[in-house]
Each structure stands twice: as C-alpha cells, then as structure tokens.
C-alpha cells in the first residue's frame, strides 16, 4: 500500500535516438539486399526463373538448386530473386500512385477549404466505408485481374489516407507566418501549395509510406495467392506460395522460401519506417 | 435525452455516406471494361439476344433512371441475380454470411484477450525486455503473410498431425470450432500484434497524464492507479480502434477462407471475381459497407453510453 513506485523511468534522449537510427539501418541493409538482388537478378540467379526441368521436378534443396526446385522443375531461388523485381516493383508502384492522388487532393481540400474541402472530405468518408481489402478485389474484379489493375485500385481507394494526413497537416501550416507572408507578397496560390507548403507536409507522409508499403505487397501477394493479381506464371512471392500449396507436405520448400523473402522485406519497411519516427519524435 | 440527440445527429451524418455507398456500388459495374451485355452472353451472342438483355436489364434508359431503380431495387432487398448459380444474390449472401459472422467473433474471441494481456505487460514495462519482446512479437506479426501461415497451419497441424479439419465449417457449434479452430488461431496471429502496439500506446500516453501525475501525488499504488484510472481510460480509444479493424478483419477473412476453404462471404467474394459474376460482386460489396457502417455506428453509440463525454 505504501508502494510508492518511481514513475515510470525517463529514457535519457541518447539512447533512444540510438536506438531508432539502429532500427532504420537494419532495415536499410534489408531493404538494400533486396534492392541489389532484384536489379542484379540476371546475374545472381543461377537458372531462368521459368525454365522447366521435368526430369528434375520437386527435388529437395542440394547443391545444385540451394532452394530447390517446384512440381514444374523450376528453380525456387531463381524464382524468388526474380519475385524480388515484381514485389518490390509492385510495393513501389503501389505506394507512388495513391500518394499521388491523396497528396493532390490533400493539399487542394486543406489549403482551399470551404466547399471543396467539404466535397473532398465526403469522398473520403464514402471511401473509407468499404473495407479496404474488399474494395480492391471488387476493382480488380470488374476491370479484371492482374497487377496493374491493382495498382489502379489501389489509386483508387488507399489515397484516402494520405489525403487525410496531408489535409490535416495543411491546416497547420498554411496559418504559420511564412505562408502568411508568402500570401502577402502576392505568390499565386500554386506557387505557395507547391514551394512553401507541399515541402513541409512531406516528412509525415514519407513515414506512413513505408508502412504503407508494407500493406500494399501483402495485399498484392495475397491477390497473386487468389489469382487475381500477377499471374502464373511469373514469379510473384504470392503466386509461387499459391503454386507450391498442393505440394506442401512433399516439398515445403516451394512454399517455405518466397514466404520468408515476403517476411524480410516486409520487415525492412517496417523498421525503417518505425526507426524514423522514433528519430523523429526525440528530435521534435 | 442527450444521447437520443446524439444518436440521432448520428444517423442523419449516416445518410450521405448510404447514399455514396450506392453510387460506388452502382457506379462499379459501370467499370467493367467493354459491354457487360456481351461479355455475360459471349461472344457468339445474336444482336437481337443482345437488345433483348440490354432492355431487361434497363441499360436503355438514362444513367439516372438507372441507378434510381437500382436503390428502389436494394432499398426493397433486391440485389440482382446471380449469373453463374441463377439465384438472388440476397439468398447467397444471407447462406454464406453465418460462417463468415462466426468466424469474425471466433477471431475476436480469441485476440482480444491475448491482445489486452500483452499490450498491458508491455505498457507496464515500457522500455524493459518483456516490453521490447512483444515488439518483436508485433512486428513479426504484422509482416508474416497469413495465407503463408494458412497454407503452412493447414499442411501441419490439418494434414500431418490430423489435429483439425482442413476445410469446411462443420455441423453444430463444436464443430464449427473445430472447423474453424486454425482460421481463426492464422488470423488473429495478425490481428492481436497490430491491435496491442495501439493500445500500448494509449495505455502509455495516459501513463503520462496529469491525473495520473496527481494520483501518484497522492501516494496511491502503482497497481491501484493502472487498473482503476490507466485502464478504464484506455478502453475508449482501443474500442474505436476495434471498430475499424472488425473492418480489415472482415476483409482480411477472405484469404483465410480461401486457404481453409471455409464457405463464407469472402470465399463467395473470389469466386465471383474469378467466374465473373458481376452482380454478386456488386451487392457483396453493398453488404460489406452497410456492414462497416452499421458496425462503426454501434460502436459509436456504445461509446457515447458509457462515456458521456463523447456526445457533446
């Protein structure tokens, strides 16, 4: 009863900035690997990725196939560094095209206000009341499967929450005296959304991006997994996972490797994302 | 008094987002690449088979003809018929909706706890090692794919051991559970990590909060002030945040229903996709919003209950 426990103990700022700059770098070294096999595929990958080996099909992992090879004889590793290309491709693509749209409309409902804010804010609301997932397959359902209509959807329904984001932080600025005097010398509106107050809504995009990443090559994989996004058969993680299910019991590793290349690249967003923010928030 | 006020100011602000729900919905089909008339008939279709359709489905009137009959048709529970199992898509989805609805709670019985166990251990050790393993815990969660983990889940434990079913949803309550036991366990290894890093957090940042402060002026145990002032003002944010992830959570069924081949809305929802079932994906999609909405208002409501705070 007369525990009077100290408060919770204060971390003194060095560590914790440490801290977060490790996190960022691990996940920068992962993100960097993945960067460098996907470019070099050509050359690390010691077969065609779609070369079939009938003779040699659903062989364990030796020597000559480190990962193995699937029920088509096909190289796992070589279709996992070639995965590479496609997810990392997909998780860029899918993040550049709904920051686009939401950062546009973002920065037109917050720095305009009044009724277009309104009707943009309405959109957003009526976005947000689908389930995310389900909007994307209904998209892609109609416009048919494949991974540029995911990208489409994705353009369609995941710019909400950068909008949202971005607006939020318009609001701010534009009352903040730069802008005000930026107004006062007669600067255009264009001239002051882009140069004055886009620079500064920026730093709390690019760390929601990175975790944005991460949902956008999950839910990319997992269409590939449906069938309804990349199809076979290209080597897309969720595609060859898709591939290698029947034979799981006889042959983990087709389905094993591409699910732990998902896992360290998703990992690398994840940190640097989380890394950054830590920084930021002992540096604010 | 007030919270009838309140819950009626709610529902008007309901009314808007309704009627852009069925915009999107209608306005879905419309996306379709190419005449949906020829893609359902084919391509060996008669230019009179073609009319014949188009003026049974109503795509010879205006635009706004059109979407008008088609909220007159929903508001009465007419969704259209299948095209590829030839019944109303109401019948579907009211034979597919139990498994998925008990799926989702099975799932939510199962994280919850786990959830509120962890985030409290980390909360209370901030910084500390039980802290950062849950971290790690949380983190791995987040990035594992849960239909690798299905896949894997239903090999092992489904094939190999022969502990659970691998697919279908069973006959009665327990079995049911059984069924669904792996489902649910995959899914909610991805839920319970994203919901206990934010209620950690708000379990921290009221750790940091004046009246706690003051508490501990007042020489109360650390264990009196968690349970009676830190955690009851925590589970107002985490119920809100419970409402947008039942959200995900129903997406994120449709990948697990596949991988256990579970008969719910969401295994409907590929198939669809896949065979081209146009109005099924429409009013599905209908279903999932109404859904949405209809669950984010009740958390609404219950939040304005027991916190009267909130609706003023």
């Not at chain 1, 076979?232 to 732990?260: K, N, R, S």
């Not at chain 2, 069925?22 to 949906?36: K, R, T």
Request: net charge neutral; hydrophobic share 55%; proline share 6%.
């Amino acid at each position: 009863m007369t525990d009077v426990v100290s408060p919770a103990p204060v971390h003194p700022a060095a560590p914790r900035f440490r801290h977060g700059t490790i996190e960022a770098a691990l996940g920068a070294a992962l993100l960097l690997a993945w960067l460098i096999a996907a470019f070099g595929a050509g050359v690390f990958a010691p077969y065609d990725p779609n070369a079939l080996d009938l003779v040699a099909m659903l062989t364990p992992p030796d020597a000559a196939h480190w990962f193995g090879t699937d029920h088509l004889g096909r190289d796992v590793l070589s279709r996992v560094i070639y995965g590479a290309r496609i997810d990392i491709w997909m998780g860029f693509a899918g993040v550049i095209a709904p920051l686009a749209v939401g950062v546009t409309v973002g920065l037109i409902a917050g720095y305009f206000g009044g009724l277009t804010d309104t009707i943009l804010m309405r959109i957003v609301d009526i976005t947000v009341a689908f389930p995310f997932f389900i909007l994307v397959i209904a998209i892609v359902g109609v416009l048919g499967p494949g991974l540029v209509n995911y990208i489409i959807a994705l353009a369609l329904v995941a710019w909400v929450a950068y909008a949202r984001l971005v607006r939020a932080e318009v609001l701010v600025v534009k009352r903040l005296e730069y802008v005000q005097a930026a107004r006062a010398l007669g600067f255009s509106d264009p001239v002051i959304i882009l140069r004055h107050v886009l620079p500064n809504v920026l730093g709390s995009i690019t760390i929601y991006a990175w975790t944005d990443a991460v949902m956008v090559i999950l839910a990319g994989a997992s269409l590939g997994f449906l069938g309804l996004g990349a199809q076979p058969p290209t080597a897309e993680w969720g595609v060859m996972i898709a591939d290698g299910q029947p034979y799981v019991l006889q042959a983990w590793w087709i389905c094993l490797f591409p699910g732990i290349a998902m896992v360290t690249l998703s990992l690398g967003f994840i940190l640097v994302s989380d890394g950054l923010s830590r920084r930021l928030r002992v540096s604010a | 008094m007030n919270s009838i006020t309140f819950i009626g100011r709610r529902l008007l602000q309901i009314v808007p987002v309704l009627i852009g729900i069925s915009l999107v919905s209608f306005f879905l089909i419309m996306m379709i690449p190419g005449d949906p008339v020829r893609i359902v008939l084919g391509p060996r279709a008669t230019e009179a088979a073609v009319a014949a359709m188009r003026q049974e489905w109503g795509l010879d009137r205006p635009i706004w003809a059109q979407y008008l009959s088609y909220v007159g048709n929903t508001l009465t529970g007419d969704l259209g018929q299948s095209l590829k199992f030839r019944v109303p898509v109401l019948d579907l989805v009211l034979q597919y909706l139990p498994r998925t609805m008990f799926l989702v709670a099975y799932v939510l019985v199962l994280s919850l706890p786990a959830t509120i166990l962890m985030a409290v251990i980390a909360a209370r050790n901030e910084g500390r090692w039980p802290d950062q393993l849950i971290r790690v815990i949380s983190i791995l969660g987040m990035t594992i794919p849960v239909f690798w983990l299905g896949v894997l889940f239903a090999r092992y434990f489904g094939v190999k051991l022969g502990w659970f079913p691998v697919s279908g949803y069973g006959e009665g309550f327990v079995d049911h559970l059984h069924h669904l036991f792996l489902p649910a366990v995959s899914t909610s290894l991805w839920l319970a990590p994203l919901l206990t890093r934010n209620l950690r957090a708000a379990l921290i940042e009221q750790t940091e909060a004046d009246y706690v402060a003051a508490s501990r002026a007042k020489g109360l145990p650390e264990g009196y002030i968690f349970r009676r002032h830190i955690l009851r003002n925590s589970v107002l944010p985490t119920l809100n945040l419970l409402g947008v992830m039942i959200a995900f959570l129903i997406g994120g069924s449709v990948v697990v229903e596949i991988v256990y081949a579970v008969p719910g809305l969401g295994a409907l929802m590929v198939g669809s996709v896949l065979g081209r079932d146009y109005f099924v994906i429409q009013g599905l999609t209908l279903v999932y919003a109404i859904a949405t909405v209809a669950i984010t208002l009740a958390i609404d409501i219950f939040t304005a209950a027991i916190d009267p705070r909130t609706s003023e």
